[in-house]
């Protein structure tokens, strides 16, 4: 069993950035491939990042590619995903998740944090 907690997100003008982390507790979490995904009002949940258990491995969705960082660190079983260059159209609610394979069908996850809302404004 994994818990996962975000926090935050925030509001914030184009062009800024937000740090969100991902606190996990179980002791299996460090086996764990973790993901960010995130749903957009009227729209199905997408895949945004995901960090292999290890951190060795990265991937992103093409529209975050250059702007968005995965990292963790398992010594304090946490996941960040660092937001950069932010633009409207990122306006979602974010979620942590773990899990899942293929990585970036986010029907996969078997567990969920409860999001954190990341609004930014034009």
């Known amino acids: 069993q994994v818990q996962l907690v975000e926090s935050g997100g925030g509001l914030v003008q184009a062009g800024g950035s937000l740090r969100l982390s991902c606190a996990a507790s179980?002791?299996?979490?460090?086996?764990?491939?973790i993901a960010w995904l995130r749903h957009l009002p009227g729209k199905e949940r997408e895949f945004v990042a995901a960090?292999?258990?290890?951190?060795?491995?990265?991937y992103y969705a093409d529209s975050v590619k250059g702007r968005f960082t995965i990292s963790r660190d398992n010594a304090k079983n946490t996941v960040y995903l660092q937001m950069n260059s932010l633009k409207p159209e990122d306006t979602a609610l974010y979620y942590c998740a773990a899990g899942g394979l293929p990585l970036r069908v986010p029907d996969t996850y078997a567990y969920w944090g409860q999001g954190t809302q990341v609004t930014v404004s034009s």
């Open positions: 179980g002791r299996l979490f460090s086996g764990y491939a």
């Open positions: 960090i292999s258990w290890n951190g060795d491995n990265t």
